[in-house]
């Protein structure tokens, strides 16, 4: 059955069809209204009803993958910062009801790692999905229980811990791609390309490797925090930055056993297969 997936961040709106072997159909990718008299609701409202009839669909299955807090049996937004204005009490049962069978909506990190689980073979009993980019996000799944949710639909904060009131900086604000740019611009760097930076330090630029160095070892403190708490058996490093696949780990890793105890152990690391579609397959993953 084909299912249509939509993920909804404050820069871009994607839409897709998914078919049966997880491919993207009539892949779609605005950027995201300004949100005045619900415009990002009225934008999906829109492309779903253009979907079923450009493909004839008759049962309809969408899946949702959103920025800010979901209440997921409501399929409410419970709470979102002001970066999408008015987007706080969206609910997309009310509106989106006429046109669809199933409808489930995530947190995009949720999404996101419910797309990575499903592409890999192995069925990991337990998961945390770091997400590093602008800011810093979380999600944690459990077999038995499924994905963790709190009273307030906002656990896995895992950004908003490791304050450190020298620097007055939370943990995103030190160990995200944004927080490494920052650090490049602080520093006078020629430029705030990721990509390049990384390729300048693969070709052996002793200073580029010493900035990312010195950003990695920010990430590896929050990832110690991450097994501390939560124990899983992998956790898995998205955002943009993940590209750049082992490269990355071999800056992480060694820095982490520094941050926990001596011999205590840590989960597999590694870096999200999916990428920039991993929310997409992922809000359609359990329909």
């Given at each position: 059955?084909?299912?249509?997936?939509?993920?909804?961040?404050?820069?871009?709106?994607?839409?897709?069809?998914?078919?049966?072997?997880?491919?993207?159909?009539?892949?779609?990718?605005?950027?995201?209204?300004?949100?005045?008299?619900?415009?990002?609701?009225?934008?999906?409202?829109?492309?779903?009803?253009?979907?079923?009839?450009?493909?004839?669909?008759?049962a309809v299955a969408v899946g949702i993958?959103?920025?800010?807090?979901?209440?997921?049996?409501?399929?409410?937004?419970?709470?979102?910062?002001?970066?999408?204005?008015?987007?706080?009490?969206?609910?997309?049962?009310?509106?989106?009801?006429?046109?669809?069978?199933?409808?489930?909506?995530?947190?995009?990190v949720d999404a996101a790692l419910l797309?990575?689980?499903?592409?890999?073979?192995?069925?990991?009993?337990?998961?945390?999905?770091?997400?590093?980019?602008?800011?810093?996000?979380?999600?944690?799944?459990?077999?038995?229980?499924?994905?963790?949710?709190?009273?307030?639909?906002?656990?896995?904060?895992?950004?908003?811990?490791?304050?450190?009131?020298?620097?007055?900086?939370?943990?995103?604000?030190?160990?995200?791609?944004?927080?490494?740019?920052?650090?490049?611009?602080?520093?006078?760097?020629?430029?705030?390309?990721?990509?390049?930076?990384?390729?300048?330090?693969?070709?052996?630029?002793?200073?580029?490797?010493?900035?990312?160095?010195?950003?990695?070892?920010?990430?590896?403190?929050?990832?110690?925090?991450?097994?501390?708490?939560?124990?899983?058996?992998?956790?898995?490093?998205?955002?943009?930055?993940?590209?750049?696949g082992d490269v990355l780990l071999r800056?992480?890793?060694?820095?982490?056993?520094?941050?926990?105890?001596?011999?205590?152990?840590?989960?597999?690391?590694?870096?999200?297969?999916?990428?920039?579609?991993?929310?997409?397959?992922?809000?359609?993953?359990?329909?």
């Amino acid at each position: 059955m084909k299912k249509i997936a939509f993920d909804i961040g404050g820069t871009y709106i994607k839409s897709a069809i998914i078919d049966e072997h997880r491919q993207l159909q009539d892949y779609d990718k605005v950027r995201t209204p300004v949100n005045e008299n619900n415009a990002i609701m009225n934008y999906v409202e829109a492309r779903l009803q253009r979907y079923i009839q450009e493909h004839q669909l008759q049962a309809v299955a969408v899946g949702i993958s959103t920025a800010g807090a979901v209440d997921r049996k409501a399929r409410t937004i419970a709470y979102a910062n002001p970066n999408i204005l008015n987007y706080t009490g969206t609910n997309f049962a009310d509106k989106l009801r006429a046109y669809v069978q199933e409808l489930v909506v995530y947190n995009d990190v949720d999404a996101a790692l419910l797309g990575e689980l499903d592409e890999r073979e192995a069925a990991y009993e337990s998961a945390f999905c770091l997400t590093l980019g602008t800011g810093i996000g979380g999600s944690y799944y459990q077999r038995n229980v499924g994905l963790l949710t709190g009273i307030r639909h906002r656990p896995n904060q895992i950004g908003y811990l490791l304050y450190d009131p020298e620097t007055k900086t939370q943990y995103e604000q030190r160990a995200s791609t944004e927080a490494l740019k920052q650090l490049l611009i602080r520093e006078n760097y020629p430029h705030q390309n990721i990509q390049q930076l990384f390729e300048e330090a693969e070709n052996g630029d002793a200073t580029a490797r010493r900035y990312i160095q010195q950003w990695a070892r920010e990430v590896a403190r929050g990832i110690a925090e991450i097994q501390i708490v939560y124990d899983p058996k992998v956790i898995i490093i998205g955002g943009g930055v993940s590209a750049q696949g082992d490269v990355l780990l071999r800056y992480i890793l060694p820095e982490l056993k520094q941050y926990l105890p001596e011999d205590y152990g840590h989960a597999k690391v590694e870096v999200a297969q999916l990428q920039n579609h991993a929310a997409l397959l992922g809000a359609v993953a359990e329909l």
